[in-house]
């Protein structure tokens, strides 16, 4: 639902929202002070490692637990007390928790059973749902019946027959193989946008969050660490947690010093200097600054006719690893270890391991991060 103007653009009305909550285990801290809002009809992952509260969070919205503090709201009505069964939400689970004894058809019906409603409208919406997913014709079957990848579908179908505005999906395609699992993100991605329904997706797989999000909350011990879209995710992270989280990072740690205007220069404890860029950042500190293997490149000899806004290191290979379509040089600096990843060109094989070379890369794909503050409020940026 559309509601306000901002900046020129219609903003959508958030369905989901969670404000400062907090909750305990006994000593643990699941979460801490956690802060979100979420819009209609968005796909958004909570993405982070074991341990992390992203689960946690997910079931709280679902009414699993209760927050010891804090306030979680669903279309505008706080439901902190509300029962699950009363949430209008549901929820995929990795495991399905299809009932083994029942055919495909009384499984997804089973919910709309237990609300009383007629039959005729039972098998319209029934059918209308397992062909929303793939499984026409396929109600008779048993789950014992079926693929990983159908009894998925069977899960989804079962709660998408709700009609529900907000679905949570809580690692749903963890038990798939590598290549199902990306055939059901596709699936699963086309299948929201189709319905406009609100999925709440919990993973710990960085790709995954990557391909389907709208955008993305990094989870880290009970807090947000970042939430963006995923091109801002991946491309400018804001701590080093986050770099480290998402993709392959190069990390350089020195003291920062200011330069002109945007422009930082860190000078490491081995003696480079390197330029990167930030904003809002406090200079005259130890810093890290990041940049990702594919901004590199790698050359036998030194880069000629170079701007100024290129950093130069010169290094030797230590390792090549084939990968298909790219080549991963690790490269030995001084002190540390630098990533390069290069496109499979017949020149790759110009290299050899123990060879001498130059490793240069522009500076705007070098930038600070951020120091963390403690407590800090994330909120959405809608």
């Given at each position: ?27 643990v ?43 979680i ?46 039959r ?16 026409s ?18 899960a989804?179908s ?67 660490e ?32 200011n ?19 930030g ?8 810093a890290?600054?990041m940049v990702?293997?594919?901004k590199?490149?790698?050359t ?29 040089f ?19 094989f ?33």
């Amino acid at each position: 639902m559309l509601t306000n103007i901002k900046e020129g653009k219609l903003l959508k009305k958030n369905i989901v929202q969670i404000k400062d909550v907090v909750k305990r285990f006994g000593n643990v801290l699941a979460l801490d002070h956690v802060s979100l809002e979420i819009p209609s009809g968005e796909f958004f992952s909570i993405l982070g490692p074991s341990g992390c509260g992203k689960t946690t969070l997910l079931r709280l919205i679902a009414g699993f637990e209760i927050p010891d503090s804090g306030e979680i709201f669903l279309e505008d009505k706080m439901i902190n007390s509300t029962p699950p069964y009363r949430r209008n939400v549901n929820t995929v689970f990795q495991n399905y928790a299809l009932f083994p004894h029942m055919n495909i058809y009384d499984n997804v019906a089973f919910g709309l059973k237990l609300k009383g409603i007629g039959r005729a409208e039972i098998k319209e919406r029934v059918m209308r749902s397992l062909d929303l997913v793939g499984l026409s014709g396929m109600g008779d079957r048993k789950p014992r019946q079926l693929s990983g990848g159908q009894q998925q579908r069977v899960a989804l179908s079962r709660a998408l027959v709700n009609e529900p505005p907000v679905l949570l999906l809580d690692e749903p395609l963890g038990a798939l193989d590598l290549k199902l699992r990306r055939q059901m993100q596709v699936e699963l991605k086309s299948l929201q946008k189709r319905l406009g329904i609100t999925f709440i997706y919990v993973t710990h797989d960085q790709e995954e969050a990557l391909t389907m999000s709208d955008r993305i909350a990094i989870m880290q011990t009970g807090k947000i660490e970042q939430m963006d879209i995923p091109p801002q995710i991946y491309e400018r992270p804001r701590t080093e947690f986050v770099a480290n989280f998402i993709g392959i990072s190069n990390l350089f740690s020195g003291n920062l010093r200011n330069g002109n205007g945007k422009i930082y220069t860190l000078t490491t404890s081995d003696g480079f200097e390197i330029k990167a860029t930030g904003e809002g950042i406090r200079p005259e500190r130890n810093a890290t600054v990041m940049v990702r293997p594919e901004k590199i490149q790698i050359t036998p000899g030194e880069p000629k006719n170079m701007s100024h806004n290129i950093n130069i290191l010169q290094g030797k290979i230590e390792d090549m690893i084939y990968l298909g379509n790219v080549i991963q040089f690790i490269v030995k600096l001084k002190e540390q270890k630098l990533i390069v990843l290069e496109k499979n060109y017949d020149k790759t094989f110009e290299f050899k391991p123990d060879q001498d070379v130059f490793v240069s890369w522009d500076i705007y794909s070098t930038f600070v991060l951020s120091e963390r503050v403690e407590n800090e409020r994330l909120f959405a940026q809608v």
